[in-house]
């Protein structure tokens, strides 16, 4: 059983970067894949980005050029760089990981782990 905890999540003025982190435990992020999905107030959850096991990226076109996704394998954690703040990346962001190893789904229904989420909010 996969276990995901994220951190990293806070208050942030538009403009400002944070990092976000998703440990994992009871199994490899590198042997996986890992994703990042967000949950804005009375929407659901969507994708973000995810890193397949050849290092493939994918990500949601407003996240473009703003966040990266990358994993440290002997950390066994996922990252994800925000730069660029807007107000409307508001929200819950959650890890999520696949049985998977190679393919980036963009479905949360793909995910059969997640983490308890961690808040981000941006201020105009």
């Known amino acids: 059983q996969v276990q995901l905890i994220e951190s990293g999540g806070g208050l942030v003025q538009a403009g400002d970067s944070l990092r976000l982190s998703c440990l994992a435990s009871?199994?490899?992020?590198?042997?996986?894949?890992m994703g990042w999905f967000r949950q804005r107030p009375g929407k659901e959850r969507d994708f973000v980005t995810g890193?397949?096991?050849?290092?493939?990226?994918a990500y949601e076109d407003s996240v473009k050029g703003r966040f990266t996704i990358w994993r440290h394998n002997a950390n066994n954690t996922v990252y994800l760089q925000m730069n660029n703040l807007k107000p409307e990346d508001t929200a819950v962001y959650y890890c999520a990981a696949r049985t998977s190893t190679w393919t980036v789904r963009r479905s949360r229904d793909d995910y059969e782990y997640w983490g308890q989420g961690t808040q981000v909010t941006v201020s105009s």
């Open positions: 009871g199994g490899s992020v590198s042997s996986r894949v």
């Open positions: 890193i397949g096991g050849s290092g493939a990226t």
